[in-house]
């Protein structure tokens, strides 16, 4: 049996570790003078190997907490790899570009129907004028009547993206960017 001053003295440690390792209850607490130094040495050495092995310690329990969010996140990583994979997402990028071309594409429409219906109007009655310019707006407009074709282009765009990012990835080439309008 021993004292604390000579239990830390028999595992190399100041008496400030050897407290400390009493705090956190890696050396069971015994009443002074009677520490067995074999115990002393099999405790202190269980906690090292487990420090060593990053199960113990501060730093094992923030190692242990960096494996669980890395496995978490790569668990979220493969299931929206697999929902992509099966048309279930798309991403957002492509579809942003291919709506931006959609309505730059209508804006730009509209803005020349003035130049386009000025010639057909000169020196016109008011009803044909009408007729001609009314016809000429709903024609600019029937491309966005139906939504839902649209918004199929859309989607479509950003699944036809990543399929083709996926085949140049397989095929170790570069995806080059093209206008789908």
Request: net charge negative.
């Amino acid at each position: 049996m021993a004292t604390i001053a000579q239990a830390a003295a028999h595992i190399c440690c100041s008496r400030s570790q050897f407290d400390q390792y009493l705090a956190e209850s890696v050396i069971t607490r015994q009443s002074s003078g009677k520490y067995d130094l074999d115990e002393v040495r099999r405790e202190v050495l269980a906690h090292l190997r487990s420090v060593a092995a990053g199960r113990g310690g501060a730093a094992g329990n923030k190692l242990t907490e960096e494996r669980t969010r890395l496995v978490a996140a790569k668990r979220r990583r493969e299931e929206r790899q697999d929902a992509i994979e099966a048309g279930e997402v798309a991403e957002l990028e492509p579809v942003r570009r291919y709506l931006e071309q959609i309505l730059l594409g209508m804006r730009n429409r509209l803005l020349n129907l003035p130049g386009q219906t000025a010639c057909m109007l000169a020196m016109r009655p008011q009803e044909e004028c009408f007729e001609l310019v009314d016809d000429a707006v709903r024609a600019a407009l029937e491309e966005i009547a139906d939504p839902a074709w649209t918004a199929a282009r859309v989607a479509a765009a950003g699944v036809e993206s990543k399929e083709r990012q996926t085949q140049a990835n397989e095929c170790g080439c570069e995806v080059e960017e093209t206008d789908s309008n």
